[in-house]
């Protein structure tokens, strides 16, 4: 099937490249312009342009897809899809209508849950038991068109969302190329969302990283592991800033935000407590909480947090 496929991050490459491997014609790709990263702010290329100019394909990096060109591009291409996976870019009306089978999207959750630009942290955050990948069929609104295919996926207690990442972008690329030839064979039957079970997962920013003491030793722990590996979870030491990596959950229990064991380091929350496994003060080095301790004295009823 002639396709032009639109996607930004690494979770979108292997999408690109399983399309790619199932022989089908990619005739265009459109990403995100090149950004500044790192601290020297170098211009970096998205994933997604690096493996399209590896594969030798012609790439778009359009800062607007309103503003006729991109249309009059994709007019020319003449694609019978546009695959979209984490593009970044809202779609306007006329380029959803394009195509013969229109725009088809590879969204990380089992939708209608989790809408939005982050559902792969969320339903870990929110101590999800399954999370999954949708292929739907593009709309004007947030993730609200047709379902076309779903497969759940099992988040463990200590899926991260950098594990869960990882395991979703290869059902991702998986799902797309059963998808695209079942939309060829006419197996695939829309099934429209119901718009009341619906929830949203919106950008992370690092209000979202302070951890909230109060809450059960589980709630912390599935966000510590939701946050991993951006924003990581926050909170602070006599004033100073103490990210926390890797936790787990424990049944002891103490007043919320304090320190109730040194050998493990554990935290009591609302309601039970965490083992903090890794963590890093602010301007040290990430070590493993032994580490730590060796060179920052936490005692038993300090506390954590404001």
């Known amino acids: 099937m002639k396709t032009?496929?639109?996607?930004?991050?690494?979770?979108?490459?292997?999408?690109?490249?399983?399309?790619?491997?199932?022989?089908?014609?990619?005739?265009?790709?459109?990403?995100?312009p090149d950004k500044p990263r790192g601290r020297k702010q170098e211009l970096t290329p998205p994933e997604v342009k690096v493996l399209a100019l590896e594969k030798g394909l012609t790439v778009y990096q359009p800062k607007t897809l309103r503003d006729g060109e991109a249309l009059r591009i994709i007019s020319e291409l003449k694609?019978?899809?546009?695959?979209?996976?984490?593009?970044?870019?809202?779609?306007?009306?006329?380029?959803?209508?394009?195509?013969?089978?229109?725009c088809i999207n590879v969204h990380a959750s089992l939708l209608p849950k989790y809408r939005g630009a982050a559902p792969i942290q969320w339903s870990v955050i929110n101590g999800e038991a399954e999370t999954g990948v949708t292929i739907m069929q593009m709309g004007e609104g947030l993730d609200t068109g047709d379902i076309l295919y779903q497969k759940a996926l099992p988040i463990g207690i200590d899926d991260t969302a950098?594990?869960?990442?990882?395991?979703?972008?290869?059902?991702?690329?998986?799902?797309?190329?059963?998808?695209?030839?079942?939309?060829?064979k006419g197996g695939l039957k829309a099934v429209k969302q119901d718009d009341s079970l619906s929830t949203y997962?919106?950008?992370?920013?690092?209000?979202?990283?302070?951890?909230?003491?109060?809450?059960?030793?589980?709630?912390?722990?599935?966000l510590v592991r939701g946050l991993y590996s951006w924003?990581?979870?926050?909170?602070?030491?006599?004033?100073?800033?103490?990210?926390?990596y890797r936790t787990s959950p424990c049944d002891k229990n103490g007043k919320?935000?304090?320190?109730?064991?040194?050998?493990p380091l554990t935290v009591a929350c609302g309601r039970g407590s965490v083992v903090i496994?890794?963590?890093q003060l602010e301007g040290k080095k990430r070590m493993n909480s032994a580490q730590f301790l060796m060179g920052h004295k936490l005692n038993i009823g300090d506390k954590l947090g404001d």
Do not use: R
């Not at 924003?231 to 926390?244: F, H, Y």
């Open 4 to 32: 032009i496929f639109m996607g930004t991050p690494d979770f979108a490459v292997p999408c690109l490249n399983s399309i790619i491997d199932a022989g089908h014609e990619v005739c265009a790709v459109f990403t995100q």
């Open 79 to 102: 694609p019978d899809v546009i695959v979209v996976a984490a593009y970044g870019k809202i779609l306007p009306k006329d380029i959803l209508d394009y195509p013969k089978y229109g």
């Open 201 to 222: 997962a919106p950008m992370l920013d690092k209000e979202t990283s302070v951890i909230d003491w109060n809450k059960s030793g589980k709630e912390v722990h599935d």
């Open 256 to 263: 919320a935000g304090t320190v109730i064991a040194v050998e």
């Open 231 to 244: 924003p990581i979870a926050q909170t602070s030491s006599d004033g100073n800033k103490l990210k926390i």
């Open 162 to 184: 950098e594990s869960m990442f990882d395991k979703l972008s290869s059902l991702g690329a998986e799902m797309i190329t059963e998808a695209l030839d079942l939309i060829v």
């Open 277 to 279: 496994h890794e963590l």
